[in-house]
């Protein structure tokens, strides 16, 4: 058990659909990740939230929106996706969100296939 | 940026010791090295961290030399459960995450 859980586990969705993945740490931690994680390439860092405030977006799609209401909740909305979208979804935690240093917490992820 | 060069899979024998060296030719003096351990279907989970010289946990060992342009994970003895792939991940102690770059990894097969 990591403390950080995510839903849904698995998402098929087409290009039109809106859909929402939400992500949820129990430990306490000041800073969340989005990652995207697809066949055969490096995991790739999509959005960083530290004390909720969105401290780096490397250059993700519109399509892609991200929020943090709180410091333990945070969601990736999801609209007009397209096929090359389809991939693993992890969300991390960390206790200080400073970068480098922080040990991570991920989530298990939710594997999207967009049709 | 500090990016990372691992050999993309390694095979070893249950029982073995095993050594995964990363290369991080550019590191900067601010940067720590992180690594990481994943299996399938699942986020990555951490390993060790540090900065120079050796650190050892009940996990793993982890020697960095004094040019800190590389590092070499160490895992004793492993089992088939440690089949996984092991990332490396350099970046600093700053807030914000602009320099953490996760590599391809490598693919460390345990064989019985």
Redo the contacts between chains.
């Keep these: 058990e990591t403390g950080v859980t995510q839903t849904p586990r698995h998402l098929v969705m087409g290009m039109t659909n809106k859909k929402s993945l939400k992500c949820e740490q129990h430990l306490g931690h000041n800073a969340m990740y989005w990652y995207k994680q697809s066949a055969k390439k490096p995991l790739e860092l999509m959005f960083v939230y530290s004390l909720e405030e969105r401290v780096e977006n490397n250059s993700v799609p519109s399509r892609f929106s991200p929020e943090c209401p709180n410091s333990s909740h945070l969601f990736l909305h999801l609209h007009t996706l397209q096929p090359e979208d389809s991939a693993l979804y992890l969300c991390a935690s960390s206790p200080r969100g400073s970068g480098g240093t922080d040990t991570q917490y991920f989530g298990p992820g939710t594997r999207l296939t967009v049709l | 940026l500090a990016k990372t060069t691992q050999p993309i899979s390694m095979d070893s024998y249950e029982g073995q010791e095993v050594n995964i060296t990363c290369s991080h030719n550019n590191i900067a003096t601010n940067?720590?090295i992180?690594w990481?351990q994943q299996f399938p279907?699942?986020?990555?989970?951490?390993i060790i961290?540090g900065y120079k010289t050796k650190v050892t946990n009940e996990v793993a060992s982890l020697f960095i030399p004094a040019d800190r342009k590389s590092s070499t994970l160490s895992l004793p003895r492993v089992s088939l459960s440690d089949t996984a792939v092991y990332?490396c991940?350099?970046?600093?102690?700053?807030?914000?995450?602009?320099?953490?770059?996760?590599?391809?990894?490598t693919r460390l097969t345990v064989i019985p």
């Design positions: 940067d720590y992180t990481y279907s699942q986020g990555p989970r951490f961290q990332y991940l350099v970046g600093p102690y700053q807030t914000g995450a602009n320099n953490l770059f996760f590599g391809t990894g």
